[in-house]
């Protein structure tokens, strides 16, 4: 099966800084990658689909890009609200694995 | 509005049976498959399997093929995870999903059911 990995597991940054998230896969998966949110006590939430793609309704601050098997995503100016765990998630083929988790805090 | 609503938490013994349900709801049930996925306590996400309501379709993670079980009963609009006999290491919140299609990510989120396994 193909693995899932990110960096860094944590980060702690400045309202509005940038941040970089990044995640990899042991082989290439084209662009099926997708970025999750969970906020502290809650339910994930899509954030980017097919590597780039911004779901309804998410702040353009949040970015998404590569392909095969290095991606990141970028949270142009953090904000308050943005403290979570990101994850990554490969949707090519069964099993859907998730990376590991990143943990965002100010 | 589209809604995937949970059983609610349940507090078990080793060994007993378990079956928990997600009920979809403002959307075609039967066009989108549903997936499982564990969050143990402190611990990240887990994909454990989806099934496809309209024909059953089912497909699992290596990790839980043969320790879980995906059903779905498309009249009422619900997916069920079930256990045989249950671990303390079952101990986890588990979520029920949506996607569109067998390789889409999920797009909607049930609240989650708090599963407790302890002696």
């Known amino acids: 099966d193909i693995q899932m990995t990110q960096s860094p597991s944590s980060l702690s940054a400045s309202v509005g800084d940038r941040v970089t998230i990044t995640c990899r896969a042991s082989?290439?998966?084209?662009?099926?990658l997708a970025w999750y949110q969970q906020r502290p006590g809650e339910v994930p939430e899509l954030l980017i689909y097919a590597a780039s793609t911004l779901q309804s309704g998410v702040p353009s601050r949040f970015s998404g890009s590569g392909s095969g098997t290095d991606f990141t995503l970028t949270i142009s100016s953090l904000q308050p609200e943005d403290v979570a765990t990101y994850y990554c998630?490969?949707?090519?083929?069964?099993?859907?694995?998730f990376g590991p988790g990143t943990k965002v805090d100010i | 509005e589209v809604q995937l609503g949970q059983s609610g938490a349940e507090v078990k013994k080793p060994g007993e049976s378990l079956k928990i349900s997600c009920k979809g709801s403002?959307?075609?049930?039967?066009?989108?498959?549903i997936g499982w996925v564990r969050q143990m306590p402190g611990k990240g996400l887990e994909w454990m399997g989806i099934i496809h309501p309209g024909d059953s379709d089912t497909r699992y993670s290596p990790s839980f093929q043969g320790q879980v079980t995906i059903s779905a009963d498309k009249s009422i609009s619900t997916a069920y995870l079930q256990w045989s006999s249950l671990k303390a290491s079952d101990t986890a919140m588990y979520y029920c999903?949506?996607?569109?299609?067998?390789?889409?990510?999920?797009?909607?989120w049930g609240q989650g059911t708090l599963v407790t396994v302890s002696s």
């Open positions: 403002g959307y075609s049930f039967t066009s989108y498959w």
């Open positions: 998630q490969k949707y090519n083929s069964v099993p859907f694995t």
């Open positions: 999903a949506r996607q569109y299609v067998y390789n889409s990510p999920s797009d909607y």
């Open positions: 082989l290439g998966i084209g662009n099926y």
